[in-house]
């Protein structure tokens, strides 16, 4: 077989959309799309009218463009893969996509001569097929926290997806188990925001892909079991300053007392919009069975030296590693738009000064320093993203018009399920 290319891109519901193209098309190029792709939702029982989807104005096309610097190789025999942005029919970039954000939040912080750069932890959840059909947890007897080998891994699907990886490219610092079985973490290399998070949509594809064809269905539901912990997309950032080096280091020394401007600034951005960050990092109704008090998952609006209970951690780390953890988001939020989110949150604690509360002292529960966590409901996120004018005004009105739009239809198409039935809503996708 002749080789293909892949061209991708990541939608509002975080799902990776895109189409096989012939070997001459492997160069720069572009290809087309349905501009209300962005008006569907899990279900696909119809187009919503959401603001920005042209859903009236003839369903028409929007353009994928790359460059062909930007492919690189694929998972699959003789298929190349690239992502791009997304053009309407009057040659705008698409303010409704994610990467489009994202792009916007990094160039706010390049006008401070800083380059933001992004480390992503995934986890993940492993079911089986039982002979029923029905999913059932991947049956892992022997599996703990920090482990490996069979007794984890019985059917060796993590080692299929980091040969899978390597071979293709792509630079894991870590591939582990969490302290809930059958539950994986995966960890991308720090990198420029931009391409940690192009990395990363196409890694997330690369295992799923891989683990179905080992039998498994990975997921990155936020709470895919309601008796164990949820699963989370953590965001270590940390800058690159006009002189390449890391800007929040101060010396060798990590933790608060080596906290330097740009550093605390950032926490009090996340302390000050933590309510609107939630309607935009944790988008979906199962998020708000992660997000709970004593789960260790960024509910309450807090900060901490290397320390798991809170929602923003500063690393004992320095030097080099010196960075920041924040601990809310999750992978059913489109990954550009959560990382944009967190960029534009800690941008306005940075110019505007915000005030840095006390950091929490308390144990990893019940957030005794903070003063409220975030909403119990997706529905009180979503308000208090919209009463959250700063945050809005930077993600883009546009984009949070759609978002807001397209998480209330979820909420109502999930309104008189179980959760069970919520949950099932979703997990084939994410």
């Known amino acids: ?19 096989y193209l012939p070997q ?60 791009g942005d997304l053009y309407d029919r009057h040659g705008q970039m698409i303010p409704i996509a994610g990467r489009a954000t994202l792009k916007e939040a990094i160039a706010g912080w390049k006008k401070h001569g800083l380059t933001p750069k992004v480390g992503l932890e995934l986890e993940a959840f492993a079911f089986t ?8 947890p991947y049956d892992v007897p022997g599996g703990h926290v920090y482990g490996g080998g ?11 997806i980091w040969e899978t990886a390597e071979t293709a490219g792509f630079k894991l610092e870590l591939v582990t188990t969490e302290y809930d079985t059958p539950q994986y973490e995966f960890t991308l290399a720090f990198e420029e925001a931009l391409d940690a998070v192009d990395e990363m949509v196409m890694f997330r594809q690369l295992a799923r892909e891989v683990a179905f064809r080992q039998g498994v269905i990975l997921t990155f539901l936020p709470k895919p079991f309601f008796d164990r912990g949820g699963s989370g997309m953590h965001i270590n950032l940390s800058f690159a300053g006009k002189d390449g080096q890391n800007a929040f280091a101060r010396g ?42 004593a789960t260790m998952s960024g509910f309450w609006c807090n900060w901490g030296e290397d320390h ?11 030097g080099k590693k010196a960075r920041l953890e924040h601990r809310m988001a999750d992978a059913s939020a489109n990954p550009y738009a ?34 409220y966590g975030v909403a119990e409901t997706l529905t009180g996120a979503l308000d208090d993203l919209e009463a959250d004018g700063a945050l809005v005004a930077a993600m883009g009105e546009a984009y949070c018009a759609h978002h807001i739009h397209m998480k209330r239809v979820e909420v109502d198409k999930t309104r008189d399920m179980t959760p069970e039935g919520a949950r099932d809503f979703a997990i084939w996708f994410v």
């Open 129 to 136: 097929r039982a002979e029923d059909g029905s999913l059932q």
């Open 1 to 19: 077989m002749r080789d293909r290319l892949r061209p991708v891109w990541c939608d509002h519901l975080s799902i990776l959309r895109g189409k």
């Open 150 to 160: 069979p007794f984890n891994d019985p059917l060796g699907f993590t080692d299929a």
């Open 338 to 371: 959560a990382v944009a989110a967190v960029l534009q949150a800690a941008r306005l604690g940075y110019e505007q000064r915000y005030p840095l509360p006390p950091a929490e002292t308390g144990d990893c529960f019940m957030g005794q320093s903070a003063e």
């Open 308 to 318: 798991r209970g809170v929602t923003s951690r500063v690393s004992g780390e320095g």
């Open 24 to 83: 001459e098309k492997i160069g720069s190029g572009a290809t087309r799309f349905a501009q209300p792709c962005f008006a569907v939702h899990y279900d696909k029982d119809l187009i919503v009218d959401a603001p920005g989807t042209a859903c009236l104005e003839g369903l028409p096309d929007m353009e994928l463009r790359w460059d062909a610097h930007d492919i690189r190789p694929g998972w699959e025999p003789g298929v190349h893969m690239v992502t």
């Open 252 to 293: 060798e020394t990590g933790g608060i007392e080596a906290m330097n401007d740009l550093m605390q600034g950032c926490v009090a951005g996340w302390m000050r919009h933590h309510k609107g960050l939630a309607g935009l990092v944790a988008p979906s109704v199962n998020s708000y069975a992660r997000l709970q008090p």
